[in-house]
């Protein structure tokens, strides 16, 4: 069983930066594609990036492209979320992923203001 715990998020005005953390525990880590995906008020969960098992291939939304960068540390087992030039939009619960088991962690509320 994968369990995945984010930590990070909080309060910014637009244009500041926050690094979201995902945390995982179980054995399949380092096998593991990971993702990140939000959902904002009123909104379906939406893809937001990913990253393969070595850190070497990796995926945005359109949305997100050049503003975030995410990373993984396979000895930490911990895959980040580095969100710069955040703007209101970005305002939602941001999860992780383990897309090898299905696993969700509970999320993370990240909110910029105007």
């Known amino acids: 069983q994968v369990q995945l715990v984010e930590s990070g998020g909080g309060l910014v005005q637009a244009g500041g930066s926050l690094r979201l953390s995902c945390a995982a525990s179980?054995?399949?880590?380092?096998?593991?594609?990971i993702g990140w995906h939000r959902q904002g008020l009123g909104k379906q969960r939406e893809f937001v990036a990913s990253?393969?098992?070595?850190?070497?291939?990796?995926n945005y939304a359109d949305s997100v492209k050049g503003r975030f960068t995410i990373s993984r540390d396979n000895a930490k087992r911990t895959v980040y979320l580095q969100m710069n030039t955040l703007k209101p939009e970005d305002t939602a619960v941001y999860y992780c992923?383990?897309?090898?088991?299905?696993?969700w962690g509970q999320g993370t509320q990240v909110t910029v203001s105007s």
């Open positions: 179980g054995s399949t880590f380092s096998i593991s594609n």
């Open positions: 992923r383990d897309y090898y088991s299905g696993s």
């Open positions: 990253i393969g098992t070595t850190g070497d291939t990796t």
